[in-house]
């Protein structure tokens, strides 16, 4: 009796039609039936079971997806990106498809075994790419005009990202409400900016007092305009430079810079003359200039539309100051007056001096110029000083003849000799022999 050998069992085997996916499978009493499945460049495995079908896992690279079969839906899932879930559909022609939002950004990505879970991303119109990595997480890049900034994503921050505009390093967020907003760093000065496909790059920065705006572009780098109390200047940026920029203070154009340590400081040229300037919201564009030997303090104040003016001067001394130089001048004045050489006369009440014939004029130094104008100050108000003592001698003339007419009319009048031993003077048309008590009463009432 020949002995015959049977063919190994391998026990139920099959294959299983998922729509557009065509699996094998097996079936045995422990797990029941099992089988794998090709999603094109996805491989995985499923089960089956009368409660809840067709359900597997299927390995997305890096990431972990779970699926299911439907009749009506085909094979679709979702897929775990480090606690970001998306979901996604298989079909033969389209391969593997997903969609997941980034907080408010929407976010669609396929997989291939070359680039992984890669896709797109639409930050309120503006364009950006990523792909997902276990060691990155999700990350990418967003299309800013002419610069392409890097951005990562995450349950707990949202969308962040950094940004380098030419030197000038930032930060930037995404959200439905604000659109891309960040920060920029200008060397130590933190300025806000956004974008938007229709304008750009756009800022706002703050220079002390100062505010100003700012645009950005790979051809120009930072660029923008400061409002220093109505008067505009321009402005750039460098990472060498720093923030520099010119303002058009009527005929004189001025260069100036910004720092968070110093403020806006300036440089102007006004003819042969040099000075610098600063700007706060309290004095305005002000500032000193040198001219020689002498320093002075100037403001420029914007007139109109497109119209100014420079203002050079000392500054006034306070008004305490000047109540105080009254009297000694007064003191001082006859002896200056008295020592006149005589080269020196009065023109029109006003002294003027002559350089002596056939004399070199000496230039004359601070000192010397200092006390020229003391002492032109001083005559000055010696002149004012017999002003007054000229009026306070017509007003006591005067008073002295209403006297005299109300003493008639009462019929007191007595003999002249007598009116004039009583009032201590006599009135003549030349006005002496006026009791110097009274012009000195008179002259101080003036000065109240």
Do not use: W
């Not at 495995?45 to 809840?52: A, G």
């Not at 997902?132 to 990418?140: C, F, N, Q, R, S």
Request: charged share 35%; glycine share 14%; proline share 3%.
């Amino acid at each position: 009796m020949k002995k015959t050998t049977e063919p190994k069992s391998e026990g139920i085997v099959g294959t299983v039609d998922m729509g557009e996916v065509k699996s094998n499978f097996s079936f045995s009493k422990d797990k029941g039936i099992v089988g794998s499945i090709d999603l094109g460049e996805a491989k995985g495995e499923f089960i089956f079971s009368k409660d809840k079908g067709i359900e597997g896992e299927v390995q997305f690279g890096d990431a972990k997806a779970k699926f299911t079969y439907s009749r009506e839906e085909g094979v679709f899932g979702t897929v775990d990106m480090d606690g970001v879930e998306g979901k996604f559909k298989y079909t033969k022609a389209k391969g593997i498809e997903g969609n997941f939002n980034m907080g408010d950004a929407e976010a669609k990505f396929t997989f291939t075994q070359e680039k992984g879970v890669h896709g797109t991303v639409d930050m309120g119109g503006v364009p950006g790419v990523f792909t997902y990595t276990k060691d990155k997480g999700i990350a990418g890049t967003v299309e800013m005009g002419d610069i392409v900034p890097e951005f990562t994503y995450s349950k707990e921050k949202g969308v962040v990202g950094i940004i380098d505009m030419s030197g000038a390093e930032g930060d930037f967020t995404y959200s439905k409400e604000k659109g891309v907003l960040g920060t920029v760093d200008m060397g130590g000065v933190l300025c806000d900016f956004t974008y938007s496909i229709s304008k750009g790059i756009e800022g706002k920065v703050k220079m002390g007092d100062a505010k100003g705006k700012f645009s950005y572009s790979k051809e120009k780098g930072i660029f923008g305009t400061v409002d220093m109390g109505g008067v505009p200047g321009d402005f750039t940026y460098s990472k060498d430079h720093g923030i520099v920029g010119t303002i058009d203070m009527g005929e004189v154009k001025s260069d100036f810079t910004y720092s968070k340590e110093k403020g806006i400081e300036g440089r102007i040229e006004m003819g042969e003359a040099k000075g610098e300037f600063t700007y706060t919201k309290a004095k305005g564009i002000h500032g000193i200039v040198d001219m020689g030997e002498i320093k002075g303090n100037f403001v420029y104040t914007k007139k109109g539309e497109g119209m100014g003016t420079v203002e050079i001067g000392v500054e006034p001394p306070p008004e305490e100051e000047l109540k105080v130089e009254v009297a000694p001048i007064l003191e001082e004045v006859r002896p200056m007056r008295e020592s006149v050489t005589p080269y020196e006369f009065e023109e029109g009440g006003i002294s003027v001096t002559e350089i002596a014939p056939g004399v070199e004029e000496v230039p004359l130094s601070i000192e010397e110029e200092m006390a020229k104008t003391v002492a032109k100050k001083a005559e000055e108000a010696a002149l004012r000083a017999e002003k007054v003592l000229g009026r306070a001698i017509d007003e006591v003339v005067e008073e002295t003849k209403q006297q005299e007419q109300e003493q008639e009319q009462e019929g007191k009048k007595e003999t002249k000799g007598e009116e004039v031993k009583k009032e201590e003077f006599t009135y003549f048309d030349d006005k002496t022999n006026i009791p110097i008590e009274k012009i000195i009463e008179e002259v101080e009432k003036s000065f109240r």
